[in-house]
C-alpha cells in the first residue's frame, strides 16, 4: 500500500488528453512539492515534472502539473504512442522523513 | 554531460551481503544529495535512502533501517549502498538518483542494477 494515492492505469485515444491524479495528506502532498516521473518499459525513470508544475529542460509542454491541496495532478495533451509508459508521481513526507512515491500508473494510448 | 553508472548486482544467497555502487561523472558529486531508489520486479518504485553532499546526514525507509547502509566517497564520485542479511524480498533492480538537496527532485537516474536473491 502506497503513501500516495495514483490509479492504477489509464487510457485514452491518440490527440486526446488525460489526466492522472495523486492523492497525499497534509504531511507530503500538502506541505512539499509533488514530482512526477516517467518510465518507460524496461528503462530507468525520467524526471518529468517538478516542484509541483515546472518542466524540465527538454521536455515536451505536452505535459503539465498541478496541485491544489493534498492532491496533485499530470496532464498529457495531445496524446501520443510514445507517452504509453508507467507514471510515478513523489513528495518527500515530514512526519517519515523521508520519500513516498504513489503506486504508479500505466497510461495505455488506445 | 551528467552520468550515473550504477554496478554491483547479481545473484546472492539469502543471508549474505552485498554492496552497490553509483559511479557519478559530469557534474560536481559534492554538491548534491544522492538517493537509491528500487523496484521490484513488476512493481512500483519504491525510496531507500538518501544521504546530504557531504555526507554528514543520512536517511532511511523503515524497512531500510538496520540492513542498508548508504555511503558516499566524494573524491571518487561515487555512491555505496551495502546490503546485509538479504531476503527474497530484496529482490530488485536499485536506481541511484541525482538530487540538489534531500527534499529536492530526481533529476538525473542511473540505469539501475538488478539484485536477485535467491538459494
Known amino acids: 500500500q502506497s503513501v500516495l494515492t495514483q490509479p492504477p492505469s489509464v487510457s485514452e485515444a491518440p490527440r486526446q488528453r488525460v489526466t492522472i491524479s495523486c492523492s497525499g495528506s497534509?504531511?507530503?502532498?500538502?506541505?512539499?512539492?509533488v514530482n512526477w516521473y516517467q518510465q518507460l518499459p524496461g528503462k530507468a525513470p525520467k524526471l518529468l515534472i517538478y516542484?509541483?508544475?515546472l518542466l524540465p529542460s527538454g521536455v515536451s509542454d505536452r505535459f503539465s502539473g498541478s496541485k491544489s491541496g493534498t492532491s496533485a495532478s499530470l496532464a498529457i495533451s495531445g496524446l501520443q504512442s510514445e507517452d504509453e509508459a508507467d507514471y510515478y508521481c513523489?513528495?518527500?513526507?515530514?512526519?517519515?522523513?523521508?520519500?513516498?512515491f504513489g503506486g504508479g500508473t500505466k497510461l495505455t494510448v488506445l | 554531460e551528467v552520468q550515473l553508472v550504477d554496478s554491483g548486482g547479481g545473484l546472492v544467497q539469502p543471508g549474505g551481503s552485498l554492496r552497490l555502487s553509483c559511479e557519478a561523472s559530469?557534474?560536481?558529486?559534492?554538491?548534491?544529495?544522492m538517493s537509491w531508489v528500487r523496484q521490484a520486479p513488476g512493481k512500483g518504485l519504491e525510496w531507500v535512502s538518501t544521504?546530504?553532499?557531504?555526507?554528514?546526514?543520512?536517511f532511511y525507509a523503515e524497512y531500510a533501517k538496520g540492513r542498508f547502509s548508504i555511503s558516499r566517497d566524494n573524491s571518487k564520485n561515487t555512491l555505496y549502498l551495502r546490503i546485509d542479511s538479504l531476503g527474497a524480498e530484496d529482490t530488485a533492480t536499485y536506481f541511484c538518483?541525482?538530487?540538489?538537496?534531500?527534499?529536492?527532485?530526481?533529476?538525473?537516474w542511473g540505469q539501475g542494477t538488478l539484485v536477485t536473491v535467491s538459494s
Open positions: 538518483a541525482r538530487g540538489q538537496g534531500r527534499k529536492d527532485e530526481f533529476d538525473f
Open positions: 559530469g557534474f560536481t558529486f559534492g554538491s548534491h544529495a
Open positions: 544521504i546530504t553532499g557531504s555526507g554528514a546526514a543520512t
Open positions: 497534509s504531511s507530503n502532498v500538502g506541505n512539499n512539492a
Open positions: 516542484y509541483d508544475d
Open positions: 513523489a513528495a518527500w513526507d515530514d512526519s517519515l522523513d523521508g520519500w513516498v
